[in-house]
């Protein structure tokens, strides 16, 4: 059974900075392309950024530059580093693995929420 568990959110005044962690077990990690998701209330679920398999990361033009993706394989986790986070960064964020997908979206977390506030 593929599972993936997301921790790291929290609240954060705006400017500040978090690190969320993904641990995907019950598969083979390094075979997976690795999606970060993230929902704010009324709002659709919208892709923020992909690690692939050879560790480069895309993302969204709206975190472009202030976030950064990474991933160890050695940990089987995924990794999202947020800085000069903003009021609308404020989500629930979820990690999502795929096979060879830009938007990887087979499996998916149970999400962590990211609130930024002063």
């Known amino acids: 059974q593929v599972m993936l568990v997301e921790s790291g959110g929290g609240l954060v005044q705006p400017g500040g900075s978090l690190r969320l962690s993904c641990v995907v077990s019950?598969?083979?990690?390094?075979?997976?392309?690795m999606g970060w998701y993230r929902q704010a209330p009324t709002k659709s679920r919208e892709w923020v950024a992909t690690?692939?398999?050879?560790?480069?990361?895309t993302y969204a033009d709206s975190v472009k530059g202030r976030f950064t993706g990474s991933r160890d394989n050695a940990k089987n986790t995924l990794y999202l580093q947020m800085n000069n986070l903003k009021p609308d960064d404020m989500a629930v964020y979820y990690c999502?693995?795929?096979?060879?997908?830009?938007?990887?979206?087979?499996?998916w977390g149970q999400g962590t929420q990211v609130t930024v506030s002063s």
């Open positions: 999502a693995a795929g096979f060879r997908s830009s938007r990887p979206n087979d499996y």
């Open positions: 019950g598969t083979i990690f390094s075979l997976y392309d």
């Open positions: 690690t692939f398999r050879d560790g480069t990361t």
